[in-house]
């Protein structure tokens, strides 16, 4: 029993776990606080599986023990099932088409009894695997564009299911593995071209439609005009302008509107136009309504939540209003407060030093990621390990963003902290797979 206690524990890094069971005790206080009946007898309604905040002490019970699996495995046994379990997790996505139950605007949930499994979580597990299988492979070289294509399409697979799925904001996540690959490679050219298209994109919301053409336009006359001397260069860098000019009028004149009006769905299209502060031009009752109306609308609509959440983050002030004494969140006026905006729960409740406690926790924790990254020998460690720094800082940043107004609600929970079974035990592995592999740092996987 020594010998076996001493080979779980070998080379593990604690101070990951310490932050893991920190930010599940925080979380399972906010949900606490958020949903916690006066007069339900604590003792009993926290063991019976029938509240919130005991269904997901039940869930961190069931991930503590999936987690000392984890520690009991053998790290070759990673890279050496990773594209087994990435054709597993699609082929949950694709049952999700005939056997999904329709909860909350989105149809990526599997209802198995009482419990609900959202395949597109789990698939984040399966994705850090398969590329970090792929990426570590003696024959692949990612200074190609062959294996660069490929390195995507394992990424994008999931995410188009996801997207199929009417679940956007799980698909969003995805992206975020395009951070490994950059680590590992990839092109600068590809994050400039990625983050020229988010920019072309926010100004499409911002300024009206023609008059973007024009600009563009006009910077490409502009541009043509004042490299006229250039003569050895001329005609490739006319072309060059010519046809950068092309694709974006087009993307602003025909894939913008394409995507807000068959890709993301309505309500989505509206909280991106409520944080630019912008009327939604797709929602065909927009034109009909009176400025009245819509202005009533808009103040029951999807920017309600964020200032909701607002109102309940100030109201916390410095150190809060104390655990059950809360009001925004304690009586139902944020919507989600115990899942998507769970981050104004903390706020609320446990005041500015609390949110910035939750922060640190989190800086702590993706800092250590980053650091345990870089010592490892073995690259699909590395890459596994960039890969699940980036799911965790998209989840963190967009989360909070979102909460304060600073980001679209696209409906994406906070790791270890929000409600939900398939969220913390998809972290929960998450996290600890990269502990198993960082116990054995010394060794190079293959």
């Not at 990839?186 to 988010?198: E, G, K, M, R």
């Not at 905006?341 to 993706?366: K, P």
Request: charged share 15%; proline share 4%.
């Amino acid at each position: 029993m020594r010998n076996h206690s001493s080979t779980i524990s070998k080379g593990i890094d604690w101070s990951l776990i310490w932050i893991y069971l920190a930010l599940v005790v925080i979380g399972l206080s906010a949900i606490f606080a958020a949903t916690y009946q006066e007069g339900d007898p604590f003792l009993q309604t926290f063991l019976a599986f029938k509240t919130d905040y005991s269904k997901q002490f039940y869930f961190f019970l069931i991930a503590v023990v999936v987690g000392f699996f984890i520690l009991l495995t053998d790290s070759k046994f990673y890279p050496a099932t990773a594209n087994f379990w990435y054709v597993v997790g699609l082929l949950f996505l694709l049952l999700v088409f005939p056997f999904h139950s329709r909860i909350k605007g989105t149809e990526s949930i599997i209802r198995i009894g009482a419990f609900n499994f959202q395949p597109a979580e789990f698939c984040k597990l399966f994705v850090a695997l398969a590329l970090a299988k792929y990426l570590s492979r003696p024959e692949t070289n990612f200074n190609l564009p062959r294996a660069q294509l490929l390195a995507a399409f394992i990424v994008l697979l999931p995410a188009v299911l996801a997207i199929l799925q009417s679940e956007t904001g799980l698909a969003l996540v995805y992206f975020a593995f395009f951070m490994v690959m950059y680590r590992e490679g990839l092109p600068a050219v590809i994050p400039a071209i990625a983050f020229s298209l988010a920019l072309l994109i926010i100004a499409s919301i911002l300024i009206p439609p023609n008059v973007l053409a024009l600009l563009l336009t006009g910077v490409a006359l502009f541009l043509i005009w004042s490299s006229r001397r250039q003569s050895r260069r001329r005609r490739q860098l006319f072309t060059s302008i010519i046809l950068i000019w092309a694709i974006a009028v087009g993307i602003q004149r025909f894939a913008v509107p394409l995507i807000f009006e068959k890709v993301l769905q309505r309500h989505q299209v509206e909280r991106i136009y409520n944080l630019f502060g912008k009327d939604n031009p797709y929602d065909p009752m927009q034109t009909v309504l009176s400025e009245s109306d819509a202005k009533k609308k808009k103040e029951s609509g999807s920017s309600y939540n964020v200032r909701q959440s607002k109102i309940a983050i100030g109201s916390g002030g410095f150190f809060g209003k104390g655990l059950l004494s809360a009001t925004q969140t304690r009586y139902d006026f944020v919507p989600e407060q115990r899942t998507d905006f769970i981050f104004c729960t903390v706020g609320e409740g446990f005041g500015f030093a609390g949110s910035m406690l939750l922060l640190g926790l989190y800086l702590a924790l993706l800092l250590k990621m980053i650091t345990i990254a870089e010592r490892q020998r073995s690259v699909f460690s590395r890459v596994y390990a960039y890969g699940v720094f980036s799911v965790f800082f998209f989840h963190v940043i967009i989360n909070v963003a979102m909460t304060i107004g600073l980001a679209p609600v696209i409906g994406i929970p906070l790791p270890f902290i929000s409600y939900g079974g398939t969220s913390l035990l998809t972290f929960t592995m998450l996290l600890f797979v990269l502990i198993r592999l960082d116990a054995d740092r010394q060794m190079v996987l293959r």
